[in-house]
């Protein structure tokens, strides 16, 4: 278990580059290996959650060559994958867990997967419910709520499913099955969640229809390979994002970040409170709208979060936390109960860790209200295993009057295997 010792700074100035979404490398992966022909995928993060499902489709017989910069995926087609003659480990990543579970449901043969201390507590039964709904067979520990999972698949049936909450992981899960279903699939959400899957089936030429907070996917649609260019992850650019905000004297360009509109939320909450925050050479890659981040120091307000804002910021919670806690006056946060059953409990964790910090918190059940400082004490944090919670407490060390230290923060390589050298590069730029 590693740690970290974050000095104040005085400014931080420059221009840099975050790795590739972690969203849309998984699905990438995914759909170009069960698509026709080769796809080329430039841009793809190499986090250890993206690595877990490389190695479970090469598992599954995927050829994928990868020379650093570029994936070759040689796709075997709808109905090319080949059991795994393993349990499959998802790692730390709920993402490759749930979206194959969904990609297996509809195969001819059986698999199980498992994960870290961290997944095996994640809650599964949201995705194996309406999984069972469309005939496939999965068991699980508690009667399917968690891993490790067993998935006997097979022929599946269309089915129409309103989810009781917005997922991009449930959503995205029941549209790889439906691929393999009979007739068309529906699924439809209380409020719109981040849309990767379907601009990427699109892209991939599945048959599929988008509708008002939901989608419909034919089965029996074989896709076709493609070249993917995957821009920066926004969930990776906030952490930055949030830094020059509260360090005093910093002007940061952040480039080539994908600003899928399912995704800004971020950008809206911390424009709200008053950061300075511009998008430049606003433009189109792969489907995707790209962006470039100029981000300046700025004296931030509380404010009120909820409603649609969260689902459109959910990963990015971590790093607001640390924004309401240098902003003027007392930010709420509303309706944020997912924050629940991440890779930790966020709301739990960052509320102890902010009062670690000299921060008031008052928790609530689906979220928090966190009254501002002017500069945070120093202390010793603990990441909880989550890597989002590690950087942000990490960033919250710039602007503080003390040295703060974040321990166990291995667990950053999930998604951001070079964050701190990143991040050093910054400090010794503005020093």
Do not use: W
């Not at 709808?78 to 730390?92: A, F, K, Q, R």
């Amino acid at each position: 278990m590693s740690s970290i010792t974050i000095r104040p700074t005085k400014s931080l100035k420059g221009e840099i580059s975050v790795p590739g979404d972690k969203s849309m490398s998984h699905r990438s992966i995914m759909l170009g290996s069960i698509a026709n022909g080769n796809t080329i995928v430039r841009g793809v993060l190499r986090g250890e959650d993206n690595l877990a499902t490389m190695v479970a489709l090469r598992a599954m017989g995927v050829d994928i060559n990868d020379d650093g910069q570029t994936l070759i995926i040689h796709g075997r087609g709808l109905h090319g994958l080949t059991e795994p003659s393993d349990v499959i480990d998802c790692g730390n990543s709920g993402t490759t867990m749930r979206l194959l579970s969904g990609l297996l449901a509809g195969q001819n043969f059986f698999s199980a997967l498992t994960g870290d201390q961290y997944l095996r507590k994640r809650p599964m039964k949201r995705v194996i419910e309406p999984l069972s709904r469309m005939g496939a067979k999965i068991l699980g520990r508690s009667g399917g709520a968690f891993a490790p999972l067993a998935i006997n698949g097979g022929s599946l049936d269309a089915i129409g499913y309103d989810s009781p909450v917005s997922s991009a992981q449930i959503k995205s899960a029941i549209m790889l099955a439906a691929l393999y279903a009979n007739g068309e699939t529906s699924v439809r959400e209380p409020s719109p969640s981040r849309d990767h899957s379907e601009r990427m089936f699109n892209l991939f030429e599945a048959s599929l229809k988008i509708f008002h907070n939901g989608v419909t996917v034919t089965g029996g649609c074989e896709l076709r390979g493609q070249e993917v260019t995957i821009p920066g992850d926004i969930s990776s650019a906030a952490f930055f994002i949030v830094a020059a905000l509260i360090t005093p004297d910093s002007e940061l360009l952040i480039r080539n970040v994908g600003v899928n509109p399912t995704r800004t939320g971020i950008i809206d909450i911390l424009k709200s409170m008053g950061g300075k925050i511009a998008l430049l050479n606003e433009r189109e890659v792969s489907a995707e709208p790209v962006a470039d981040i100029l981000v300046s120091s700025s004296n931030l307000k509380g404010i009120s979060i909820s409603g649609d804002l969260v689902p459109r910021a959910i990963d990015e919670f971590p790093a607001i936390c640390v924004a309401a806690a240098y902003a003027e006056g007392t930010t709420s946060i509303r309706g944020a109960h997912e924050l629940r059953v991440k890779e930790t409990d966020r709301i739990s964790a960052m509320a102890l860790n902010l009062r670690e910090l000299g921060v008031d918190v008052s928790e609530h059940d689906d979220g928090m209200d966190i009254t501002g400082v002017d500069r945070f004490e120093g202390g010793a944090v603990k990441s909880c295993g989550d890597h989002r919670i590690a950087m942000s407490l990490s960033v919250a060390g710039l602007a503080a009057a003390d040295c703060v230290t974040v321990h166990d923060i291995d667990c950053t390589a999930t998604s951001f295997p070079n964050f701190y050298p990143l991040l050093e590069q910054l400090i010794r730029g503005g020093a």
